[in-house]
T-cell receptor, first 111, second 112 residues
């Protein structure tokens, strides 16, 4: 069966440092991945996505890397800010537009 | 803001009761999905509706059912509530021919 998992359940970083959040997936047929940010009491918020025909995609302060060989996904946040504190989920999208989420990584930014 | 709204924000029910949760998507978003998020867990896919028809279902029993309406609103119905149904219920919608889903704020359901 498929699974989407995260390597670390919690991550603490100093304000201004870069953050890296990792995610492993098991379904090699998945062709689309999204990172979501979820703040307390809110629904998941889209951050960045990547398709399986890409290795890297950059957004504003965020970069997603996809390594299909080892089925690994990472989210890099540059110059982490207190507002980045949240739980981050990677989602693996299967045929039929069904999303499978990992457990999440809680990011805490220390001022 | 994603333009996806859900109601109510919070809800308390007792075991065995039935509940209806509502979601309103952005205009043009013809696909809506519902998720259950237990505390400390990632969202779990319940089902998806496309053009008012169920278009995929996760590992949830038949007492979880849904409806999608022509005005881009939808409902999640849960019958015979169990204590383990206590969770945050999220709906997410997407535009035609796109995969990105935009989530609402969720409804927090507590079953006593």
């Amino acid at each position: 069966g498929e699974s989407v998992g995260l390597h670390l359940p919690t991550l603490s970083v100093q304000e201004g440092d870069n953050s890296i959040i990792n995610c492993a997936y098991s379904n090699s047929a998945s062709d689309y991945f999204i990172w979501y940010k979820q703040e307390s009491g809110k629904g998941p918020q889209f951050i960045i996505d990547i398709r399986s025909n890409m290795d890297k995609r950059q957004g504003q302060r965020v970069t997603v890397l996809l390594n299909k060989t080892v089925k690994h996904l990472s989210l890099q946040i540059a110059a982490t800010q207190p507002g980045d504190s949240a739980v981050y989920f990677c989602a693996e999208i299967h045929t039929g537009n069904q999303f499978y989420f990992g457990t999440g990584t809680s990011l805490t930014v220390i001022p | 803001e994603t333009g996806v709204t859900q109601s109510p924000t919070h809800l308390i029910k007792t075991r065995g009761q039935q509940v209806t949760l509502r979601c309103s998507s952005q205009s043009g978003h013809n696909t809506v999905s519902w998720y259950q998020q237990a505390l400390g867990q990632g969202p779990q896919f319940i089902f998806q509706y496309y053009r008012e028809e169920e278009n995929g279902r996760g590992n949830f029993p038949p007492r979880f059912s849904g409806l999608q309406f022509p005005n881009y609103s939808s409902e999640l119905n849960v019958n015979a509530l169990e204590l383990d149904d206590s969770a945050l219920y999220l709906c997410a919608s997407s535009l035609p021919d796109t995969d990105t889903q935009y989530f609402g704020p969720g409804t927090r359901l507590t079953v006593l």
